[in-house]
């Protein structure tokens, strides 16, 4: 299957300090790529579709003025979360998917910890 | 109510069992499922995809019943190494490929 890198792997950071994490797809071109958030032992929540080139569509509830989203190119999606807190630490995933497949291709995620 | 549901487990199974999942939609008009395996601490990866027909992929067989809304994965002969969780996965009617996860259903296979 496709490979989806993200980086980093983990991060522990200080309250108000913003991290940034960045999706790769490293040999295929990403039309679509989708940010997830799982806390523990609860489900994989959607936080945001991202389509190269325009704005991402945010699900409900989630500010899209404290998690950032840009992908500017085919094979590249970042998500910085702005002024963390402690309640932000979590496991964010992300996925991608090309123009003509419907499986989604998913990183392998990144935890955070803010402090 | 949740769009969709599993029981959270754990199921603690001797190698060799047979074990049985089930899963729970709420949104009738979705329109594909999936099952993924998600290993502590990594990505979830998809296992398989669930036709109404049932499908089989070796030790592995998923149905799906549309009138109940009730997706289901059933593994023979457990391994030690299909330890894991497993998530159930609906792409709802209109959902241009959004993945709606439910929470999981935790197995423990021992010696």
């Known amino acids: 299957g496709a490979v989806v890198s993200q980086h980093p792997s983990w991060v522990i950071c200080k309250s108000g300090t913003s991290v940034k994490i960045e999706c790769r797809s490293l040999d295929f071109q990403a039309t679509t790529m989708f940010w997830y958030r799982q806390f523990p032992k609860q489900s994989l929540m959607l936080m945001a579709t991202s389509n190269e080139g325009s704005k991402a569509t945010y699900e409900q509830g989630v500010e899209k003025d404290k998690f950032l989203i840009n992908h500017a190119s085919l094979t590249l999606s970042t998500l910085t979360v702005t002024s963390a807190h402690p309640e932000d630490s979590s496991f964010y995933i992300c996925s991608a998917r090309d123009r003509f497949g419907n499986e989604q291709f998913f990183g392998p995620g990144t935890r955070l910890t803010v402090l | 109510r949740k769009e969709v549901e599993q029981d959270p487990g754990p199921f603690n199974v001797p190698e060799g069992a047979t074990v049985a999942f089930n899963c729970t939609y709420s949104?009738?008009?979705?329109?594909?499922f999936f099952w993924y395996r998600q290993d502590c601490r990594k990505e979830p990866k998809l296992l398989m995809s669930v036709y109404s027909s049932g499908n089989e992929d070796g030790r592995f067989t998923a149905q799906l019943n549309r009138a109940s809304q009730y997706i289901s994965l059933l593994i023979r002969d457990s391994k030690l190494s299909d330890s894991a969780t497993y998530l159930c996965v609906v792409i709802p009617a209109g959902g241009y490929n959004k993945l709606i996860f439910g929470a999981g259903t935790r197995l423990a296979v021992h010696p």
């Open positions: 949104n009738s008009a979705s329109q594909s």
